[in-house]
C-alpha cells in the first residue's frame, strides 16, 4: 500500500511538470507489476482449490492500463493493497482476545524450598508436589490445590467471567488465573504443559491457523460473480462500441468484499466466543453450530454435578443433627467409597469436630463399622447396619439414595445424598429449543430410572440409558436430524466427542481426552454456555452472508451504472474501494451480540451454594 501512495504521489508530480507521458509510463510499469505479482498468487490459489479469487482485479487493472485509464489501474491497485491492509486489521481486532490469552501466559514460578526459601524458576520446571508462591498481581503459573487460607482469583482470561472468584483453603485453582488479593500458597497439581492454561493455549493456535468450509465457499461465489461481471462488461463493449466501457465495468466488479467478509466474520465470531469461555477449535465450527439440530448430553458431570452431597440428616429419638452426623462422618473418613467422602465432607462443611474413630471396617457394597466414644456406629445399607429393620425407617424418594446409621445394634438415623442437577441444566435445555434445536437426547450409562427421572427434570426428548461407550458412539452416529452436537465432559466421552458433527467438551471439570477430542471447550464449569456458542455460530454465518450479500449487491449496482457510460472508471475504482470497507465493517458486527440474543446465563463464582433443583440419584452401596 505504501508503494502505491508512493508510486501516485510521483506521477502526479510528473502529471504536473514531467514530460508528456511520463506519469502515465510510470503508473502502467507500477500496475502491470502489480498484475505479474497478483497474477502468480491468483495461480497458486486455484491450485489450492480457491477458484475466481482475483481474477476480476487482474482483468480490471490490465483492461485500463490498455485503455489508457492509468489513475483509474492506480486506484484498483491502491484498493488491493488497501484492501490486504484492512484485512489484517480488521483480523488483528478480531483475533485481539485470543492474543490476549496467548500473550498472558505464564513464565516464571516462585517455588518454595522446604527451608521455606523462594527461588525464581521457569514455570516448566515446577513439579506436581511442589509448592509455589503466587503474589498480588501475578498469575497463577501451574494447575494447583490452595494452601492459603483464602484467595480472589481473577479467572477472566480463562473463562470470560467478569467478576472476581473467591477460593477457599482445599479448592483447585487454574494456571492462568491473577492473583487479585494477597500473596497465594498453591501446591502444584501439574506441570505447566499438563496445566489447565497450556491446554487452552493450545486450542487457541489450533483455532487461530483455521479456515472454514464456509469460506472456501465464499471463495467459490466469486466464480458465478466473475462470469457475470464478465458477460455484463462484454455487452456493454459490444454494444457501445467503446473498450473503455468494458474496462469501467471490471473496475466496479472486483471480488474483494467476497475474499475479505467471511474470513472476518468467522475470526470476529471465534473471538467473541473465546470472550465468553468457549474455545472453538476450527472455524469450520462456528459453522457447523450454527445449523445444530440436535444436542445430545451425557448425564453425570454434564446435567448434574457429577459429586453426591448430603441433602438432607433425619436422626432418629433425641439425637441432635449435628451429633448424628459427626458420629457418622467419623466412621466414613475411613472409607473409600464416594457417598463416604461426602458424609465426611458434609461435617466438614457445618465445622463439625469429627470425634476419634477406631477398629474400623468396611465391608464391599455394604457400608463400614467402627467405634466411636466407646459406642459400635455402623454406618451403610439398612441390612447392614441393623439386624432386623424398624419401623417408621424413612424411604429415600425420587431423585435421593440413602444411608442408614446405627448406634450400638440400634437404628439412629438416615442420611439422604444426591447427584444435584445444575441450577442452569433445564433452562440451557429450553434455551436450546428456542435456539432452533429439534431435538434433545441424554446418553448415559446409568439405569433407565435414574435417566428418566433427569431427562424429565430439565426437558430432555429422547433418553438413551445402560450405555456403554461404544453404545453411546452408534447413537450418536445413528441420529436422523443432524447437525449433531455431543456435550461431555468425562474420558469415556471421548469417542463420542470424537464422532459427532460437533463435540463440545465441559473443559473447566472435564478430561483431557474429552478436551483434545472435542471441537469446542467450555473452559468454565458453565452448561449454559453451549447455548451461547450455538447463538454465536449462527450470528456468525448470518452476519457473514450479509456482509457478501451486501458486497454483491453494491457491485453489482455500480457495474449496471458502468455499463451504461455513466460511471467513469475513475470513479468507479473509488467507490468499489468503499465497497469493500463497508464489507470488512459489516463483518466485524459478528464481535456483537444479535439483537435475538440473550446472555446465555448468569455468572457462577466457585462459592456459588448449590443449585435448588431436584436432584438426581447417587450411586448406593
Known amino acids: 500500500m505504501t508503494a502505491t501512495v508512493a508510486v501516485g504521489g510521483l506521477a502526479g508530480l510528473l502529471e504536473l511538470a514531467g514530460p508528456v507521458g511520463s506519469a502515465q509510463l510510470v503508473i502502467s510499469s507500477f500496475a502491470a507489476a502489480i498484475v505479474v505479482v497478483t497474477a502468480r498468487g ?18 480490471a487493472v490490465s483492461a485500463t492500463v490498455l485503455v489508457g485509464e492509468y489513475w483509474a489501474a492506480l486506484v484498483v491497485c491502491l484498493m488491493l493493497s488497501g484492501g490486504e491492509a484492512l484485512e489484517d486489521y480488521a483480523n488483528g481486532r478480531a483475533r485481539r482476545e485470543l492474543s490476549n490469552l496467548l500473550a498472558a ?124 461481471a464478465l458477460v455484463l462488461a462484454g455487452a456493454a463493449w459490444a454494444l457501445s462500441g467503446e473498450a473503455a466501457r468494458f474496462a469501467e465495468v471490471l473496475v466496479v466488479a472486483t471480488p474483494c468484499p467476497l ?3 467471511a474470513p472476518v466474520a468467522f475470526m470476529s465470531g471465534m473471538s467473541r466466543a473465546a470472550r ?3 474455545i472453538v477449535k476450527s472455524a469450520g465450527t462456528l459453522e457447523q453450530l450454527s445449523r445444530v439440530r440436535t444436542v445430545a ?34 466412621v466414613e473418613q475411613y472409607s473409600v467409597h464416594p457417598l463416604a467422602a461426602a458424609v465426611v465432607r458434609a461435617a466438614q462443611e457445618r465445622g463439625l469436630a469429627l470425634p476419634a474413630a477406631r477398629d474400623a471396617v468396611e465391608e464391599t457394597a455394604q457400608g463400614a463399622r467402627a467405634t466411636v466414644c466407646g459406642h459400635v456406629v455402623a454406618v ?17 424418594g425420587a431423585g435421593r439414595s440413602a444411608v442408614h446409621v446405627s448406634v450400638d445394634g440400634a437404628y439412629a438415623g438416615t442420611l439422604f445424598l444426591a447427584d444435584e442437577l445444575r441450577a442452569e441444566a433445564r433452562s440451557t435445555v429450553a434455551s436450546l429449543h428456542a435456539s432452533g434445536v429439534r431435538t434433545t437426547v441424554m446418553l448415559t450409562g446409568d439405569a433407565a430410572a435414574t435417566a428418566r427421572y433427569v431427562a424429565d427434570a430439565v426437558g430432555i426428548d429422547d433418553v438413551r440409558a445402560g450405555l456403554l461407550p461404544q453404545d453411546k458412539v452408534d447413537a450418536v452416529r445413528g441420529l436422523p436430524d443432524r447437525p449433531v452436537m455431543m456435550v461431555g465432559d468425562g474420558v469415556n466421552d471421548a469417542p463420542v466427542l470424537a464422532v459427532a458433527d460437533v463435540g463440545m467438551a465441559m473443559g473447566a471439570r472435564g478430561s483431557t481426552a474429552a478436551t483434545e477430542t472435542a471441537d469446542a471447550v467450555v473452559v468454565r464449569d458453565d452448561l449454559a454456555r453451549t447455548v451461547g456458542a450455538v447463538r454465536i455460530g449462527r450470528r456468525t454465518v448470518r452476519v457473514a452472508w450479509q456482509a457478501i450479500g451486501i458486497g454483491i449487491a453494491l457491485s453489482g449496482l455500480l457495474m449496471v451504472v458502468a455499463a451504461t457510460g455513466r460511471l467513469p472508471a475513475l470513479a468507479g475504482a473509488w467507490l468499489q474501494e468503499g465497497v469493500d470497507l463497508a464489507c470488512i465493517l459489516w463483518a466485524l458486527l459478528a464481535t456483537r451480540p444479535g439483537r435475538d440474543e440473550t446472555p446465555p446465563g448468569p455468572p457462577r463464582t466457585a462459592s456459588d451454594a448449590r443449585a435448588a433443583e431436584p436432584p438426581v440419584p447417587a450411586s448406593s452401596r
Not at 45 to 55: C, E, F, N, S
Not at 303 to 330: C, K, M, Q, Y
Open 42 to 59: 491468483m495461480v497458486a490459489d486455484l491450485r489450492a482449490g480457491l477458484y475466481g479469487v482475483d481474477m476480476l482485479a487482474v482483468l
Open 297 to 330: 448430553f451425557d448425564k453425570t458431570g454434564t446435567l448434574t454435578h457429577g459429586a453426591p452431597v448430603v441433602v438432607e440428616v433425619r436422626p432418629a429419638a433425641d439425637l441432635p443433627a449435628d451429633r448424628f452426623l459427626a458420629l457418622a462422618a467419623a
Open 380 to 396: 451403610g445399607r439398612l441390612g447392614f447396619v441393623v439386624a432386623e429393620e424398624p419401623a417408621g425407617v424413612p424411604t429415600p
Open 105 to 228: 501466559a505464564p513464565r516464571v514460578a516462585h517455588r518454595a524450598a522446604p527451608d521455606g526459601a523462594l527461588t525464581d524458576v521457569p514455570v516448566g520446571d515446577v513439579s506436581p508436589g511442589d509448592k509455589v508462591w503466587v503474589r498480588p498481581g501475578e498469575v497463577v503459573p501451574v494447575d494447583g490445590v490452595l494452601l492459603s487460607e483464602a484467595a480472589v482469583l481473577d479467572e477472566s482470561s480463562l473463562s470470560g467471567e467478569s467478576l472476581p472468584v473467591e477460593h477457599r483453603r482445599g479448592d483447585t485453582v487454574l494456571s492462568g488465573s491473577v492473583n487479585g488479593g494477597g500473596a497465594a500458597r498453591v501446591r502444584a497439581t501439574a506441570t505447566a504443559a499438563g496445566s489447565q492454561y497450556q491446554a487452552i493455549v493450545e486450542l487457541v493456535k489450533q483455532a487461530q491457523a483455521s479456515r472454514a468450509p464456509f469460506v472456501r465457499l465464499a471463495d467459490r461465489v466469486a466464480v458465478p460473480f466473475t462470469v457475470v
Open 276 to 278: 465468553k469461555g468457549i
Open 259 to 261: 475474499i475479505i467478509a
